[in-house]
């Protein structure tokens, strides 16, 4: 099986901007979760996708959104890009046993 | 409700062992622990289920105490290859959000 991908991998935005970043899971995998991993922060949670529905949203501002598409497919939107937005952008997909199989991130960077 | 792990950092000889520590403040229903070797994604080790059952893997095991809402990773007879960041992570029901803990930065020489 083919693992989950994410495009772009290497992003340079400036401050302002807006960004979409795309994820596509594991072929049978319906859950959908997005995670911002920075040096200071570790790894944390932005939301969870599951048959088109978000099910569970972490702590960030309205600016990260994100949808699912009936195929599974996810995109993340950042708009109006800070400096701190600069991370690794985690996309994993799972079965119900929750076991998180990550993609290999979009590294965003805002000058 | 991110799990909290312990240490922060180890640095072993290659054949010496290592316990990594996980502790929830909330009931938990699963751990799931996860290796990050630097630049790449978090690659998934094993999975224990409420229950306070034991996996293995080789020389790397895991067990759940889920009275304690306690997780602890072994790595025995540590190998160069086995140098990352170790993250747990953990849901408190199927479903539900997954939290991944603070990691610990384990690395192994000759």
């Known amino acids: 099986k083919a693992g989950v991908t994410q495009t772009p991998r290497y992003l340079i935005k400036t401050r302002g901007q807006q960004v979409t970043l795309s994820c596509s899971p594991i072929?049978?995998?319906?859950?959908v979760s997005w995670y911002q991993q920075t040096p200071g922060q570790g790894l944390q949670f932005l939301f969870e996708?599951?048959?088109?529905?978000?099910?569970n949203k972490g702590n960030f501002p309205g600016r990260f959104s994100g949808r699912q598409f009936s195929n599974s497919r996810s995109e993340m939107n950042v708009s109006t890009l800070e400096l701190g937005d600069s991370a690794l952008y985690l996309c994993?997909?799972?079965?119900?046993?929750?076991?998180?199989?990550f993609g290999p991130g979009t590294r965003l960077t805002v000058l | 409700q991110q799990p909290v792990q312990s240490p922060q950092a180890v640095i072993l000889r290659e054949g010496e062992d290592a316990v990594i520590n996980c502790s929830s403040s909330?009931?938990?229903?699963?751990v799931h622990w996860y290796r990050q070797k630097h630049g790449e994604a978090p690659v998934f080790l094993m999975i224990?289920?409420?229950?306070?059952e034991q996996k293995g893997h080789e020389k790397i095991s895991a067990s759940f105490n889920e009275k304690k809402q306690q997780s602890s990773l072994y790595l025995t007879a540590s190998q160069l290859s086995y140098s990352g960041t170790y993250f747990c992570?953990?849901?408190?029901?199927?479903?539900?959000?997954?939290?991944f803990g603070t990691g610990t930065s384990l690395t192994v020489i000759p």
């Open positions: 994993a997909s799972s079965l119900p046993t929750d076991t998180q199989y």
């Open positions: 992570g953990t849901a408190q029901n199927t479903g539900n959000q997954f939290y």
């Open positions: 072929s049978g995998h319906r859950s």
């Open positions: 224990l289920l409420k229950g306070g």
């Open positions: 996708y599951f048959s088109e529905t978000q099910r």
């Open positions: 909330k009931a938990l229903y699963s």
